[in-house]
């Protein structure tokens, strides 16, 4: 693992093949459009995985600088093909809370699909919001855990653009 901000960086990763059964045949669809066309395969990837070391980072700099370094990572080494994240971080669901970990990825190309449900995403969504704890346990938000893809054309487009 690189260290490279808010969240370590694992170059030698890649998103998993999984991901085209996991939502539907319009998102196995999109994800095979998205890893085929716009990325140029799912192998290899950086994927990212934060480290609660940088919990003070944790916020719209630490991420801007986080993607300005990946953007380095990326010029470094030309076989990667971008940076892949999965959390209940991206989930569409929590909308403004998380803005600042996926807005620059989601205005600059990067694609999320939805993975699933998982047991210990579940409980780190709930454990320190008791408005989501609340939601769940009317029945108003299952947390689950979808998958930033962002290519690697697209994060270098954005570094140039911004820097």
């Known amino acids: 693992m690189l260290p490279c901000g808010v969240e370590a960086a694992d170059p030698a990763s890649g998103v998993p093949r999984r991901l085209l059964f996991s939502g539907g045949l319009r998102q196995g669809l999109a994800v095979a459009w998205h890893m ?4 140029g395969g799912f192998r290899p990837f950086v994927e990212l995985h934060f480290d609660r070391r940088d919990i003070d980072r944790f916020n719209a700099e ?34 403004d809370a ?12 990067a694609a999320f699909f939805r993975v699933g449900e998982d047991a210990h995403a579940a409980a780190d969504a709930l454990r320190f919001s008791p408005e989501r704890q609340q939601l769940h346990a009317q029945g108003r938000y299952r947390p689950a855990v979808w998958m930033m893809v962002w290519s690697c054309r697209d994060l270098l487009r954005w570094d140039e653009a911004s820097s």
Request: net charge positive.
């Open 36 to 39: 085929l066309v716009r990325c």
């Open 62 to 95: 630490g991420y801007t600088a986080l993607y300005h370094n990946l953007a380095a990572l990326l010029r470094a080494n030309p076989s990667l093909r971008g940076v892949m994240s999965a959390s209940w971080w991206h989930d569409p669901a929590l909308s």
């Open 98 to 109: 998380f803005d600042f970990v996926h807005n620059i990825p989601r205005q600059h190309g």
